[in-house]
C-alpha cells in the first residue's frame, strides 16, 4: 500500500493485515470525522481526519523501527533482538492504526463537553441516557455508560475486550452499513487481540511499546501536532521530528532518549503544544461553534426521550449533524426544545457563531495586584463545571436582559477538564541517557529549569467568556451575569 502524505511525503505500508483492518468500517469511518473538530470552521484548511492521522502514526512506528533495528545490527542495543523488535513492530503498527476507532463524532467535542454534565436525580435514572444500554456483559456487572461516562479509550478497550457486544450493537443501530468484517475479527484470525489490549491497558512486559503509543513522548502526540499545524497555518509545531526519532534507543524495555539530540526536541514538542493550544485548540470563535453544539445536543437528550445516544456514538461528523438538525426540525414548532437547538445547530451550519462580548482568562488574574482567595476562585470554576447548571445560569441572565435563552453562552475553560490540552508529562516517564551512555530517570525540568514553570502554569489554566447573538446588550448581559454570578465581579475588577 503506497501512500501519499503532506507531512512525510511518500511511503509504503507493506502489511497486508494493515490493508485488512483499513477496509473494516471502524476504521474506514475514521475518514469522515475531522481531526479538528469544528474547529475548522475558523480554520477551513483544517479539514484533515482521524483516519490520515491513524495512518501517519502508523508510519512513525515504521520509521522508529527502523531506527531501532539499525542500532540493534550496530549492536548499540544489547538487550533486544531483531526478530523481537520486528515482532514489536508488528504489534505496534496495529495498535497505532487502532488508537482513535472509537471517536466520536466531532472527535473530543462531544466526549469532552459530556463529561461535563452533572447526574442530576432528575434524570440519572432514565435508561435512555445510557450508552451501549444492553449491550455490556452481564458477568460484567455493568448495564452501559451514562453518557458524562463516555471515553473513546474506555470504550474502544471494552470492545476489543470482549465487553461489549460489538456485533450486535452495531447490526441495531447501523444495518445499513451491510459491516462483514469487524476489527475483533481481524485481530482473532491474526492471533493478536490480546496483545493489543496489554499495549492499550499498559499491561504489557515491554514497557517502551505503551510509551510509543501513549506516553510523554508518543508518536500519536507526535503526528497530532505536527498535522494540526500544517493543516491550520500555524507553524507553532514544526519540531524536528527526525533528530527526536534517531535520539531513541530501547534501554532494559524502557524508551530512553539522549539528552544532547533527544531533551531538545522533547522540550520543543512541550512548547508547541502549549502555543498551539493557544493559538488554535482555544480559538475563542471555534470554542462558540463548540459551545453551541454542545448545548443543543444536551437539551435534545435530555428533553426528547425517543433520541439515543447510541445512534450517533458512531456515524459520522456530517451524518450527526444531519440527525440532531432533522430530530429538532421534527419536534412541535411551539416546543421549547425546538426553539431552543434548531437556531443553534442552524448557527453551526451557516458559519453565524454568536460574538464574544466578554472574556475573563488567568493570565489577566494571574499578573495583577488585586489579591483573588483560592477558595472563590475554586468556587468560580466549580460554579461553571457542569453544562446543565450553566445553562440555566444562562437562561436566568438570558431573562434579565431581555434575550432568547439560546442567545447567551457563558463558556468556562479549564485545562484538566479537556483531553486536547491537559499536558501528562508525568505518567509515564522517559528515561534519558546521559554523557557516557549512562541512563537516569531526569525530568526534562533538570535540563530546563522554566518547564516546571510551564507545567504548573498549565494546570492551572482557565478562563470563561461571555458570547451573545446582540453584541449591543453586552452591558445588560454583563450585569446580569454578575448578578447571576456574584463572585465572578472581583474577577472582573482585577482583570480591569
Not at 502508523?58 to 520486528?86: C, G, P, Q, T, Y
Not at 455508560?145 to 443501530?173: A, F, P, S, T
Not at 493557544?278 to 453544539?293: I, K, L, Q, T, W
Request: charged letters at 30%.
Amino acid at each position: 500500500m503506497f501512500i501519499q502524505d503532506p507531512i512525510y511525503g511518500g511511503y509504503y505500508l507493506n502489511d497486508p493485515l494493515i490493508e485488512k483492518l483499513v477496509s473494516t468500517f471502524e476504521v474506514s469511518r475514521l475518514a469522515s470525522i475531522k481531526q479538528a473538530n469544528l474547529t475548522s470552521m475558523v480554520f477551513p484548511g483544517a479539514n484533515h481526519t482521524r483516519f490520515e492521522h491513524s495512518m501517519g502514526t502508523v508510519h512513525l512506528v515504521d520509521w522508529v523501527f527502523n531506527v531501532l533495528k539499525r542500532k540493534a545490527r550496530e549492536k548499540r542495543i544489547s538487550d533486544v533482538k531483531i526478530n523481537e523488535l520486528e515482532e514489536d513492530e508488528r504489534l505496534l503498527r496495529v495498535a497505532a492504526l487502532l488508537h482513535d476507532i472509537c471517536a466520536f463524532p466531532f472527535s473530543h467535542v462531544i466526549e469532552s463537553s459530556l463529561r461535563q454534565i452533572s447526574r442530576t436525580k432528575e434524570w440519572e435514572k432514565r435508561p435512555d441516557l445510557l450508552a451501549f444500554d444492553g449491550f455490556y456483559k452481564k458477568d460484567r456487572g455493568k448495564t452501559g455508560l451514562y453518557i458524562n461516562e463516555l471515553n473513546h479509550e474506555k470504550i474502544r478497550d471494552d470492545i476489543l475486550g470482549g465487553i461489549v457486544d460489538i456485533k450486535r450493537y452495531y447490526k441495531k443501530y447501523y444495518p445499513y452499513y451491510h459491516i462483514d468484517d469487524f476489527v475483533i475479527d481481524v485481530l482473532d484470525k491474526a492471533g493478536m487481540r490480546e496483545n493489543i489490549i496489554n499495549i492499550f491497558e499498559k499491561k504489557c512486559d515491554r514497557t517502551y511499546l505503551h510509551q510509543l503509543i501513549d506516553g510523554d513522548i508518543d508518536l500519536d502526540r507526535i503526528d497530532h501536532l505536527a498535522r494540526d499545524s500544517y493543516y491550520s497555518g500555524i507553524k507553532h509545531a514544526v519540531f524536528n521530528v527526525e533528530r527526536l526519532i534517531e535520539s531513541m534507543t530501547i534501554e532494559e524495555g524502557d524508551l530512553t532518549i539522549d539528552h544532547c539530540m533527544g531533551v531538545p526536541q522533547a522540550i520543543h514538542l512541550m512548547a508547541s503544544r502549549e502555543l498551539l493550544y493557544d493559538s488554535f485548540y482555544n480559538e475563542p470563535v471555534a470554542r462558540c461553534y463548540e459551545a453551541m453544539f454542545c448545548r443543543a445536543l444536551f437539551r435534545l437528550l435530555v428533553d426528547v426521550e425517543s433520541f439515543d445516544i447510541d445512534h450517533i456514538i458512531f456515524t459520522t461528523d456530517d451524518l450527526c449533524m444531519l440527525m440532531l438538525t432533522n430530530l429538532s426540525l421534527s419536534l412541535e414548532k411551539r416546543s421549547e426544545t425546538r426553539r431552543y437547538c434548531f437556531p443553534l445547530l442552524q448557527r453551526i451550519n451557516g458559519r453565524r457563531p454568536l460574538k464574544l462580548i466578554f472574556e475573563l482568562i488567568w493570565p489577566d488574574i494571574r499578573s495583577t495586584q488585586v489579591k483573588t482567595p483560592q477558595d472563590e476562585l475554586n468556587h468560580l470554576i466549580e460554579t461553571l463545571k457542569h453544562l446543565d447548571r450553566v445553562m440555566e445560569i444562562e437562561k436566568e441572565v438570558a431573562a434579565k436582559a431581555g434575550v432568547q435563552a439560546n442567545e447567551v453562552i457563558i463558556h468556562r475553560d479549564h485545562t484538566e477538564d479537556d483531553p486536547r490540552k491537559y499536558l501528562k508529562f508525568t505518567e509515564v516517564p522517559i528515561s534519558i541517557c546521559g554523557n557516557g551512555g549512562k541512563r537516569s530517570s531526569k525530568e526534562l525540568s533538570h535540563y530546563h529549569q522554566w518547564i516546571d514553570d510551564v507545567k504548573e502554569d498549565w494546570k492551572n489554566r482557565w478562563s470563561v467568556r461571555i458570547y451573545a447573538a446582540d453584541s449591543t446588550k453586552r452591558d445588560k448581559i454583563l450585569k446580569a451575569t454578575l448578578q447571576e454570578i456574584p463572585f465572578l465581579e472581583r474577577f472582573v475588577k482585577a482583570a480591569t
